[in-house]
């Protein structure tokens, strides 16, 4: 995912459609992902619930980073999770998971609207998030923070120092963030730090699982 040009990581997959809006303008989507029909089915029961907006805000953050962000189904999808998103915090606005879930979401419409009102507000909200809940997602709220910041031009707001600055409060919420590592040893290549982005990268190959292994070993083999 970029925001012009961020990227965030997302594990769990799905996809679904829509036709209509229900009355409570929550968007109805045709065969969800399982967590997600499971999630919402809690959601119509209990609409007020912080837990299952929260859920289903994050669900829906994490199925947007498998989808073309040009595909009818990334719309659908960030529209539910802005609604979730929205709510969870409007219920518990002292929830770090609330305000980060959100944030997330919002990075995603802001890539799709190429909007630096939307990456304003996400940042808004994941600063909220990093100090109620900094380790959050494996200190989630400062990583994506660094990751706008290391990914925005400086005209924009961005900074490279202020992005090894937020992973590294990222990593001091969550010291095993595999994520977090790979993310400051490819800030580390682009600031020419290659003995830095070298002693991460190989962390990362000595403790991550296959996924960020061969990510870190691919990026090892470019610095040779």
Not at 33 to 42: L, N, V
Not at 50 to 73: C, I, M, Q, W, Y
Not at 110 to 115: G, L, T, V
Request: glycine share 8%; proline share 6%; with cysteine.
């Amino acid at each position: 995912m970029k925001i012009p040009a961020i990227v965030l990581a997302g594990l769990l997959s799905g996809c679904g459609s829509t036709r209509e809006h229900s009355g409570s303008g929550l968007p109805v989507l045709e065969n969800p992902a399982p967590p997600i029909a499971k999630s919402r089915a809690r959601w119509i029961k209990d609409p007020a619930s912080v837990e299952v907006n929260v859920l289903l805000a994050e669900a829906h953050a994490r199925t947007l980073e498998g989808l073309d962000v040009k595909s009818p189904d990334h719309e659908r999808h960030r529209a539910a999770g802005l609604f979730h998103g929205q709510e969870a915090p409007r219920l518990a606005p002292n929830s770090g998971e609330a305000h980060y879930w959100l944030g997330a979401v919002l990075l995603h419409t802001a890539e799709a609207e190429r909007s630096m009102g939307r990456t304003k507000d996400a940042m808004t909200h994941l600063a909220r998030a990093e100090a109620l809940s900094p380790a959050v997602d494996s200190g989630g709220p400062a990583r994506l923070q660094g990751r706008v910041l290391a990914e925005m031009p400086a005209l924009v707001g961005g900074s490279k120092e202020k992005a090894e600055e937020a992973y590294q409060r990222s990593l001091k919420a969550a010291p095993g963030s595999l994520q977090t590592r790979l993310w400051m040893a490819e800030l580390h290549i682009a600031t020419g730090k290659r003995d830095l982005a070298k002693k991460e990268l190989e962390g990362v190959v000595a403790d991550g699982d296959a996924e960020f292994k061969k990510q870190a070993e691919a990026k090892l083999r470019d610095l040779k």
